[in-house]
């Protein structure tokens, strides 16, 4: 009886196999999205833009849900295969799903919480330096530098206008070739 609990997460990941789901699920989920992402930035317009970073929100969302209710799971029957179906649905150009729940569900929270959630990640990379201090000593205070560097940068990309962020685009594309 007891052995049926253990072993059910198990046999719900063979019905398609959670050794096809996981590289199914990865190709579908990130190297098709990473290389329509890099596509995205070659063009002049930002519609494709908007629609892989509106696909990168919704997945980012739905792995930071995964990670806190990972141990419940595997034991939801065919759960990997409907994730796989699922992102293959935001992924889709027929589709277009994750455009649609980021702009059906997730812009309004993301509109109405800007600048609480902006405090909490800074107070979060704040906390982060902090530790890198206290653990890692003279090391961890050229890593906490170096870290304020990058979010600063961080936080200026996501402040930059539409010609700013082509400018960036154009000097990155430009360095890249040198």
């Known amino acids: 009886e007891y052995m049926g609990v253990l072993v059910s997460p198990l046999l719900s990941r063979s019905m398609f196999g959670f050794l096809l789901s996981g590289p199914a699920t990865a190709a579908v989920a990130f190297f098709y999205p990473a290389f329509q992402s890099y596509k995205a930035l070659k063009t002049t317009s930002s519609e494709d ?72 990640l800074t107070q979060g990379v704040n906390q982060v330096k902090d530790q890198l201090v206290q653990v890692l ?24 206008g539409k010609k700013d962020k082509q400018d960036m685009r154009d000097k990155a594309f430009d360095k890249a070739r040198e």
């Open 137 to 160: 000593g003279p090391t961890g205070t050229v890593v906490s530098e170096k870290l304020s560097v990058v979010w600063a940068q961080i936080m200026g990309l996501l402040g930059k």
């Open 49 to 120: 833009d908007s629609q892989w970073l509106m696909y990168w929100i919704v997945y980012a969302i739905w792995t930071g849900f995964e990670s806190v209710a990972d141990f419940v799971l595997p034991w939801i029957p065919l759960y990997y295969e409907l994730k796989f179906l699922a992102v293959l649905w935001m992924v889709h150009p027929a589709t277009h799903g994750a455009e649609y729940l980021y702009l059906a569900f997730l812009k309004q929270y993301f509109e109405l919480f800007e600048s609480q959630l902006g405090q909490f």
